[in-house]
C-alpha cells in the first residue's frame, strides 16, 4: 500500500523539504514571481537563461547544418595551411605556436564551442565537437539520450553525437564517424590541432618522398 504524502503548505511540506513546482496545484515559483512583477514597457533582453543557452548553440548547431561545406572549406585550409609549412618551420612551429592558437581558439570556439583539446575531430564527427559532451564521450553517445534528442547532464542541449551523427551524413567522408578514436591526450589541451596536424602531414609528405627517391 502506497505511503500517505506528507500535509503541504504553500511555501512547501511541514518537514521543510522542497515542494515540486508541479505539486502546487501547477503554479510554479517562476510564474508567481512573473506575475508579481511590476509591468513596465522595458523588457531586457538576455536575461533569460534558456534563450541564453539557446542562443550559445545557434552557431554550433549551424555548423552541423553546414557539415559539407565546412568539410570541404577545412580540406582547402589544411592544404593552405601545409604549403606554409616551410614558413612555419624557419620561423619555428615553438614561435608561432602562440599566435595561431590564438586565432584557432577564437575561431573554433565561434564556431564549434571548441575546447581546445588539441586533438580535433570535426572532420569525422560532423563537424559537432564531442567535447562539449558533458561525459566528454569521443565514441558515440551514452545510452542517456532523452527521448527529444537532448543530453540527460544538460536538458536544454541537444546530444553532440546526435547531432554528430545528422552533420556526418552531410558529409562525403561522413563514414569516418565509424572509425574508433583514441582515448583524449590531456597533454595536448590548449595546444593547436591545426599546426599539429599540419607538422603530421608535413611529416608525412618528407617521408614519402623520401621513399619514392
Ligand atoms: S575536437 Fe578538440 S580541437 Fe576539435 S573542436 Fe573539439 S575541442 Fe576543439
Same mark, same amino acid.
Given at each position: 500500500m502506497a505511503e500517505k504524502p506528507a500535509s503541504t503548505t504553500a511555501s512547501g511540506p511541514a518537514d521543510g523539504t522542497a515542494t515540486p513546482?508541479?505539486?502546487?496545484?501547477?503554479?510554479?515559483q517562476a510564474t508567481i514571481v512573473k506575475k508579481t512583477a511590476p509591468k513596465s514597457d522595458y523588457k531586457p533582453s538576455n536575461v533569460s537563461p534558456q534563450r541564453r543557452v539557446q542562443r550559445s548553440y545557434t552557431v554550433r548547431l549551424w555548423s552541423v547544418r553546414h557539415s559539407r561545406f565546412l568539410e570541404w572549406f577545412y580540406a582547402r585550409f589544411a592544404d593552405a595551411f601545409l604549403a606554409l609549412h616551410p614558413l612555419w618551420k624557419a620561423i619555428g612551429y615553438g614561435r608561432v605556436e602562440g599566435p595561431v592558437k590564438f586565432v584557432e581558439k577564437r575561431v573554433k570556439g565561434f564556431m564549434?564551442?571548441?575546447?581546445?583539446?588539441?586533438?580535433?575531430?570535426l572532420s569525422s564527427t560532423? $563537424?559537432?565537437?564531442?567535447?562539449?559532451c558533458p561525459k566528454q564521450l569521443r565514441n558515440g553517445p551514452c545510452g *542517456?539520450?532523452?527521448?527529444?534528442?537532448?543530453?540527460?547532464?544538460?536538458?536544454? $542541449?541537444?546530444c553532440v553525437w546526435v547531432k554528430a551523427w545528422e552533420g556526418s551524413r552531410n558529409m562525403?567522408? *561522413?563514414?569516418?564517424?565509424l572509425a574508433v578514436q583514441k582515448p583524449?591526450?590531456?597533454?595536448?589541451?590548449?595546444?593547436?590541432a591545426w599546426l599539429r596536424v599540419t607538422a603530421l602531414a608535413a611529416a608525412e609528405r618528407e617521408k614519402a618522398r623520401t621513399e619514392a627517391a
Open positions: 513546482p508541479s505539486a502546487s496545484g501547477g503554479v510554479t564549434f564551442d571548441c575546447r581546445m583539446c588539441g586533438q580535433c575531430v560532423g $563537424m559537432s565537437c564531442p567535447m562539449n *542517456g539520450v532523452r527521448a527529444n534528442g537532448n543530453c540527460e547532464v544538460e536538458p536544454d $542541449m541537444p562525403r567522408h *561522413g563514414d569516418a564517424i583524449v591526450d590531456q597533454s595536448l589541451r590548449e595546444t593547436s
